[in-house]
């Protein structure tokens, strides 16, 4: 009986984990986080853009990054149950599309009002995604594309995607359920493998932890880094956005 446990298990996990973390870590890349500032002067901020499906994660992402960065338990925005099929994230009306014509549209934005980094948000635990989904996240692509702007995708809900990794963390690149899934997702939507990294979200705790703090500071440091890139290329290839 036992032999055959291990046997199960074994098909569930690689023998090695695919791809590198220190969990060790944390506190070096938090504090590089923590302490990023643009070298480019006309820029203040790092301007993230997160979209994706409906219950990919997005609201809980920016949660679980505020906890991280605070170092304590926070809400600072709404977030829909993961079995819900609305959204509380608000940032464009499907049914009224932003125009020129609109009071709050910026014809000229200048580098520190332009998006740096457009990051795709989706769930580990969603079902195959839809083609109509698939076309419109082509499309976003595309757009960014042509402006040159850098892309990568956050992966949610990765433990209610696999037991292994909700039983323990550390199993995140051990699991070959989670591999096929980020590299179905890849082959879909065109994002390398290498500018996709996944996330547990806070959701259930009441206390900070400190490997799920691990997983989402490495994929702050790769986004503040690809959107660092395209700063600096901003103050030699002035492109219109």
């Given at each position: 009986?036992?032999?055959?446990?291990?046997?199960?298990?074994?098909?569930?996990?690689?023998?090695?984990?695919?791809?590198?973390?220190?969990?060790?870590?944390?506190?070096?890349?938090?504090?590089?986080?923590?302490?990023?500032?643009?070298?480019?002067?006309?820029?203040?901020?790092?301007?993230?853009?997160?979209?994706?499906?409906?219950?990919?994660?997005?609201?809980?992402?920016?949660?679980?990054?505020?906890?991280?960065?605070r170092g304590r338990m926070t809400i600072p925005t709404l977030?829909?149950?993961?079995?819900?099929?609305?959204?509380?994230?608000?940032?464009?009306?499907?049914?009224?599309?932003?125009?020129?014509?609109?009071?709050?549209?910026?014809?000229?934005?200048?580098?520190?009002?332009?998006?740096?980094?457009?990051?795709?948000?989706?769930?580990?635990?969603?079902?195959?995604?839809k083609g109509s989904v698939l076309q419109k996240m082509k499309?976003?692509?595309?757009?960014?594309?042509?402006?040159?702007?850098?892309?990568?995708?956050?992966?949610?809900?990765?433990?209610?995607?696999?037991?292994?990794?909700?039983?323990d963390l550390k199993n995140v690149y051990m699991s070959k359920?989670?591999?096929?899934?980020?590299?179905?997702?890849?082959?879909?939507?065109?994002?390398?493998?290498?500018?996709?990294?996944?996330?547990?979200?806070?959701?259930?705790?009441?206390?900070?932890?400190?490997?799920?703090?691990?997983?989402?500071?490495?994929?702050?440091?790769?986004?503040?880094?690809?959107?660092?890139?395209?700063?600096?290329?901003?103050?030699?290839?002035?492109?219109?956005?």
């Open positions: 009986m036992e032999g055959r446990l291990v046997d199960k298990l074994n098909k569930l996990t690689l023998d090695q984990p695919w791809r590198a973390i220190f969990w060790g870590d944390k506190q070096r890349d938090l504090q590089y986080v923590q302490e990023y500032k643009p070298e480019n002067g006309n820029v203040s901020h790092l301007r993230v853009l997160l979209y994706g499906p409906v219950g990919a994660g997005k609201s809980s992402f920016i949660n679980s990054v505020s906890n991280v960065l977030a829909s149950a993961t079995t819900s099929n609305t959204s509380f994230t608000r940032r464009f009306n499907p049914l009224s599309p932003l125009s020129e014509r609109d009071p709050g549209y910026n014809p000229t934005p200048s580098p520190d009002d332009r998006v740096h980094i457009l990051v795709c948000v989706f769930s580990a635990n969603s079902a195959e995604i499309a976003i692509r595309e757009t960014a594309s042509d402006l040159a702007i850098p892309q990568m995708a956050i992966v949610t809900n990765i433990d209610a995607a696999c037991a292994e990794i909700e039983k359920h989670l591999k096929k899934k980020m590299t179905d997702f890849s082959s879909a939507v065109g994002i390398p493998m290498n500018c996709i990294c996944p996330v547990k979200n806070y959701s259930q705790e009441i206390q900070i932890n400190d490997e799920v703090d691990s997983l989402i500071v490495s994929a702050l440091r790769l986004i503040i880094d690809f959107g660092d890139d395209f700063i600096d290329n901003m103050q030699t290839s002035p492109a219109g956005q």
